[in-house]
């Protein structure tokens, strides 16, 4: 047991993917892993656990922005000695180079977020990837991706979804940056704080320069896309 999970010892597995949205993290167990057990509900954020090829993985969702994310990756670490997550959630794109349904593997993040600003005492911290996630990752995305691309870049990790000062955003984009998400800076910052690996694979949801959006059914699709992804990279890399 910890704060936010309810699990007892051992009911954690060491590989762990994280959506954002408790309920895909149900439609992520049910879909993929076999005999799936739920060992969480607090606050209506599912957990479960299974196997993948007879190895045990966890799902376990993270809800939105850093804070939320911050409180479940913590406790993932903390109380149940996880050694990999890979997040696989949504993200706006803000380069020209990404369309509808690409993927984004985040090498490392921005942020406008204070957790790091708070912790780090001004000086800029710069949360990264497991570089063997992430190569593992690259290697997995061809045999999932069905016709869409996957870049490999930085991510915007921002507190805001709907921002006052988009214009920051846009620097960013001038500066190489993808796309926008909420969450991969918090977990890359715990990842290295606690010494375990991250990862984020995010499919585009919305595209910010064009103002295009997926459809309900190309979210399902490209989220199960996303998904082969990261079960690939955590058990390349245990
Ligand atoms: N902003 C922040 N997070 C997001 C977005 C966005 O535009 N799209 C999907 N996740």
Same mark, same amino acid.
């Given at each position: ?68 994310? +911050? ?88 507190? +805001? ?78």
């Amino acid at each position: 047991m910890s704060t936010h999970i309810a699990a007892g010892p051992g009911a954690v597995a060491p590989l762990v993917l994280m959506p954002g949205d408790p309920l895909r993290a149900r439609w992520i167990a049910e879909t993929f892993l076999d005999d799936a057990v739920c060992y969480s509900e607090v606050r209506g954020m599912l957990g479960y656990t299974g196997t993948v090829d007879g190895r045990p993985v966890s799902v376990q969702g993270s809800g939105m922005g850093a804070p939320s994310m +911050s409180i479940y990756v913590h406790e993932l670490f903390t109380s149940y000695d996880v050694r990999a997550i890979v997040r696989v959630g949504s993200c706006g794109a803000i380069s020209d180079r990404l369309g509808l349904r690409d993927v984004v593997l985040a090498s490392a993040t921005h942020t406008d977020s204070a957790l790091n600003r708070l912790t780090f005492e001004g000086l800029d911290f710069a949360p990264a990837a497991d570089f063997d996630l992430l190569r593992a990752a690259v290697d997995a995305a061809p045999s999932h991706l069905a016709g869409a691309t996957a870049l490999v870049g930085t991510v915007f990790s921002s507190d +805001s979804f709907y921002p006052t000062r988009p214009e920051l955003g846009t620097r960013l984009a001038e500066h190489g940056a993808l796309a926008v998400e909420m969450e991969t800076s918090a977990l890359y910052t715990l990842a290295a704080r606690f010494g375990r690996r991250a990862l984020a694979v995010c499919t585009v949801s919305d595209h910010l320069l064009t103002g295009a959006e997926t459809t309900a059914l190309e979210r399902q699709e490209s989220f199960a896309a996303m998904v082969g992804i990261g079960l690939d990279a955590l058990l390349a890399v245990d």
